[in-house]
């Protein structure tokens, strides 16, 4: 099927009114870059050439703008902050740039004037996936978001060659492809030739006595990698200010070991340089063998010890010292993955600028602050103790130092020997492993949790003991995302008909979303409302039929669940209503069903094996359910290979019912249940994570909640759950997963899911078929809705109207104010 680019997003006509002078003024700007930089001829330039000629004239837009943003921090002396996250799933970022800089007319027209389409223009740029899911889409959402509010920043993180992988699915499988990001070129990037920092690995560490009597720790390493910077910037919303994103390469200090290449071992002279590359060539290199799982390490180290040897040398190069690092500069810990730069501050601060133990800790813990994402324990990261003693020496040293003085402490404030172990920064039980979540939480003056019953649970439960013995720390800071790229971008004609229904103020102030509330009952603006979402899903059908070959029919209800594939988001819960939901049509094929279509998307982590297990069931399930002529197409169901944020931004604007149906208690937050709802998706859902805050807001009339709460869930779990007696329970439950288990899906080979159901049988860990009753019935309620348009329609408008909370921007203004100590713009 054909796999050509996505279109992008239709950008918002009509917010900014170009003047004949700056249209030509940009055209010509083009057309220099197309000829002079791309090196191409107008009338020959294919679609890609006028992507990076116009990416490149609206650079230009933006390169005085971000010197004048730093030149005005540094001059100010203003507070900023360096946001460490492994990821950054930025996706495209010419209608994010023009966007934000007012200039997607002016842009559109320059265009015209040469014949050429901007949205086309827009839809060749690759989409920069330099990270899975929603930990980097939201380190994404909040540059963005801090560039908007006026807070200095530089996000730091790791340039990927391979982002995560492009998903494939054949003979509905999925199928592992490089994505290859870069191979046309990144417009956007500055290569910083002077920016280079050594990362040091393995060697030694031996103490000397220098001339005052003093002992210090030298490390002696055994393998230099260096970290060459590349700068891409990020324009804030009306261009207010451009901030960084500088993302870190690595390269061999040798390129070449020429004594072996002369005598002939062509290959293995460039061995060490293949090692050192290694580390930034992919995202999440799979960790089940001993050499994936030190590459990773090895990639923590290096972004982060490259990202604070930077920082530092700023500070230095406006101030006397590090003692009052703190005051300038804020640290954010986006999950552990960079929770060694904990270590590593403390290293450059006593090894290499001398300061004391005591007073380096006093600047670290004010400096670092560290954000949670999940509270799996699979998830929380450790490292084996011997690894950490090879690849980092003297961190590990660090490690046992810091630990002693932490556990001094907690000794000291009375905690008996369980309470120790529990809070030790090593983990002795299964072989001794660093606990990096509790370095992160011990070298931090703030922890958070990502919504409200994420932050409770931490307190609660895996954090209860540190937080106790480090004296409360935990704080929530729910998440959000940037409604630019949400809502602006990705709908613009719902956009439109907001600016026209309650003004223009709304673009910049979310809050002014709520003046729609006494137009929800307004039967001429839900028609309007209904209109958008109509026009959407034409497109969202055409994509379909283009992607995958399946002609969905654009009246009926969309029910959309898009997201990583993974056990607790119970994609599996989904299915099996959906062959419950097949079962019920085969059997009273002429009752008044509601004609809907379930469409999937996401991708599982290529060794996580059920994940793709469950992949491969919903492309069976839709193979069958597709081709059954007796449903007249009353059900469809469809899995959209790849998603990544431009797949994302062409589904939202198309879904009615939007899937958030996780086990409560194991979804730190969602976004794309607030990306979702800010379009006029109606959410089912169960009370976990941020779900639990959008019930609030939009209030339960106008959301379908079903399910155990995570206080039930841990009940279940205590009490021994048995899911036979759940199946036994439910007829419809059990129809579905016989149906399964016995081929019904998978007519050449009956057997493929047996295993599958037998293990839910066995060790329903999920509770999907404790669930999966209350997730029926609301499936049923929502259809009924469905059939009364007035009100499922001011249903819709009431969700638009009351999530402005959700704004990224909301989240921001409450890090830097709570956590960070700077200045953001209050409007
Ligand atoms: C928002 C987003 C996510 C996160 O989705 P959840 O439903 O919160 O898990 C993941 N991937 C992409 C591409 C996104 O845009």
């Known amino acids: 099927m054909n796999d050509s680019p996505l279109p992008a997003p239709g950008l918002p006509a009509g917010f900014d009114a170009p003047d004949e002078a700056a249209v030509k003024a940009f055209r010509d700007s083009i057309l220099a870059k197309l000829v002079y930089q791309v090196g191409g001829r107008p009338e020959r330039a294919s679609p890609r050439d006028w992507f990076i000629a116009t990416a490149l004239a609206a650079r230009d837009h933006i390169v005085d703008d971000w010197r004048r943003s730093n030149d005005q921090t540094r001059s100010d002396d203003r507070k900023g902050v360096c946001y460490l996250s492994m990821e950054f799933l930025i996706g495209r970022l010419l209608s994010d740039a023009l966007g934000n800089l007012g200039l997607t007319e002016t842009a559109r027209r320059a265009l015209e004037g040469l014949g050429v389409d901007l949205d086309t223009v827009a839809g060749q740029e690759a989409d920069a996936a330099l990270g899975n899911g929603g930990l980097g889409r939201l380190a994404a959402c909040f540059m963005e978001s801090m560039a908007s509010v006026d807070v200095p920043a530089y996000g730091y993180g790791i340039r990927y060659e391979n982002g995560l992988f492009r998903q494939v699915i054949a003979g509905g499988i999925q199928h592992e492809v490089p994505e290859d990001w870069l191979a046309l070129g990144n417009p956007w990037e500055f290569e910083r030739s002077g920016l280079v920092y050594e990362v040091r690995f393995g060697g030694h560490v031996r103490s000397e006595v220098s001339v005052d009597g003093s002992t210090r720790m030298i490390w002696h390493a055994g393998e230099i990698v260096n970290a060459l910077a590349y700068d891409t910037p990020v324009v804030g919303w009306r261009g207010k200010r451009v901030n960084t994103l500088r993302l870190w390469s690595a390269r061999a200090t040798d390129p070449l070991q020429l004594g072996d290449f002369n005598r002939g071992d062509h290959v293995g002279s460039q061995s060490a340089r293949m090692r050192a590359e290694a580390i930034s060539r992919v995202l999440y290199p799979g960790d089940e063998s001993e050499a994936g799982q030190e590459l990773r390490l090895r990639q923590e180290y290096f972004f982060a010890s490259a990202s604070l040897q930077d920082i530092l040398r700023r500070h230095l190069s406006n101030h006397a010292d590090l003692s009052n690092l703190a005051e300038h500069i804020a640290v954010q810990l986006n999950d552990t993955h960079p929770a060694i730069g904990v270590a590593e501050l403390m290293r450059l601060l006593v090894d290499l600028h001398g300061m004391e133990w005591d007073a380096a800790w006093t600047v670290t813990q004010a400096v670092f602050s560290y954000t949670n994402h999940t509270l799996l324990p699979e998830a929380l990261e450790t490292w084996a103790v011997p690894m950490m003693e090879r690849v980092l020496p003297r961190h590990m040293q660090i490690i046992y130092l810091i630990n002693a003085r932490h556990l001094d402490r907690a000794r000291t404030g009375g905690a008996d020997d369980m309470l120790l172990s529990a809070v030790s920064l090593i983990d002795e039980r299964h072989g001794r492993r660093v606990r990096m979540g509790h370095l992160a939480f011990v070298g931090s003056h703030r922890i958070n949790g990502v919504s409200a019953l994420h932050s409770q649970l931490m307190r609660d439960t895996v954090f209860a003991d540190l937080n106790q013995v480090c004296g409360d720390r935990i704080t929530n800071k729910t998440n959000g995302i940037t409604f630019r790229r949400w809502l602006h971008r990705a709908n613009p004609g719902l956009t439109r008909l907001l600016v026209d229904a309650i003004g223009p103020a709304v673009l910049d102030d979310p809050n002014r979303l709520a003046d729609l509330v006494p137009l929800a009952d307004d039967a001429a603006f839900q028609q309007k409302f209904a209109a958008q979402r109509r026009a959407a899903k034409e497109r969202l059908a055409s994509l379909i039929a283009g992607r995958i070959g399946l002609r969905v029919d654009p009246d009926a209800l969309f029910d959309v669940q898009i997201k990583r594939i993974h056990e607790y988001k119970r994609q599996l819960l989904n299915i099996v209503q959906t062959v419950a939901l097949y079962n019920a049509m085969r059997a009273r094929p002429?009752?008044?069903?509601?004609?809907?279509?379930?469409?999937?998307?996401?991708?599982?982590?290529?060794?996580?094996?059920?994940?793709?297990?469950?992949?491969?069931?919903?492309?069976?399930?839709?193979?069958?359910?597709?081709?059954?002529?007796?449903?007249?197409?009353?059900?469809?169901?469809?899995?959209?290979?790849?998603?990544?944020?431009?797949?994302?931004?062409?589904?939202?604007?198309?879904?009615?019912?939007?899937?958030?149906?996780?086990?409560?208690?194991?979804?730190?937050?969602?976004?794309?249940?607030?990306?979702?709802?800010?379009?006029?998706?109606?959410?089912?859902?169960?009370?976990?994570?941020?779900?639990?805050?959008?019930?609030?807001?939009?209030?339960?009339?106008?959301?379908?909640?079903?399910?155990?709460?995570?206080?039930?869930?841990?009940?279940?779990?205590?009490?021994?759950?048995?899911?036979?007696?759940?199946?036994?329970?439910?007829?419809?439950?059990?129809?579905?997963?016989?149906?399964?288990?016995?081929?019904?899906?998978?007519?050449?080979?009956?057997?493929?899911?047996?295993?599958?159901?037998?293990?839910?049988?066995?060790?329903?860990?999920?509770?999907?078929?404790?669930?999966?009753?209350?997730?029926?019935?609301?499936?049923?309620?929502?259809?009924?809705?469905?059939?009364?348009?007035?009100?499922?329609?001011?249903?819709?408008?009431?969700?638009?109207?009351?999530?402005?909370?959700?704004?990224?921007?909301?989240?921001?203004?409450?890090?830097?104010?709570?956590?960070?100590?700077?200045?953001?713009?209050?409007?």
């Open 590 to 827: 002429t009752a008044s069903w509601v004609p809907r279509v379930k469409i999937f998307a996401g991708k599982a982590a290529p060794s996580y094996h059920k994940a793709k297990d469950i992949i491969r069931l919903a492309n069976d399930v839709a193979a069958v359910v597709n081709d059954d002529p007796t449903l007249r197409g009353l059900l469809k169901v469809a899995f959209i290979p790849n998603y990544n944020v431009s797949l994302a931004e062409g589904i939202i604007p198309a879904a009615d019912l939007s899937e958030q149906i996780s086990t409560a208690g194991l979804e730190a937050s969602g976004t794309g249940n607030m990306k979702l709802a800010l379009n006029g998706a109606l959410t089912i859902g169960t009370l976990d994570g941020a779900n639990v805050e959008i019930d609030e807001r939009v209030g339960r009339d106008n959301i379908f909640i079903f399910g155990l709460t995570a206080e039930e869930v841990m009940e279940r779990k205590r009490a021994g759950y048995d899911a036979r007696a759940a199946a036994a329970a439910s007829p419809e439950l059990r129809g579905a997963l016989d149906a399964i288990a016995s081929g019904v899906f998978s007519p050449g080979e009956p057997g493929r899911y047996r295993g599958l159901v037998e293990g839910l049988m066995h060790d329903d860990r999920y509770l999907v078929t404790a669930d999966f009753d209350s997730y029926n019935t609301r499936q049923r309620d929502v259809a009924s809705r469905w059939s009364q348009p007035e009100s499922w329609w001011r249903s819709a408008v009431l969700n638009t109207a009351q999530v402005g909370w959700f704004s990224s921007d909301r989240t921001i203004r409450e890090y830097a104010a709570d956590i960070w100590g700077v200045a953001a713009d209050d409007s």
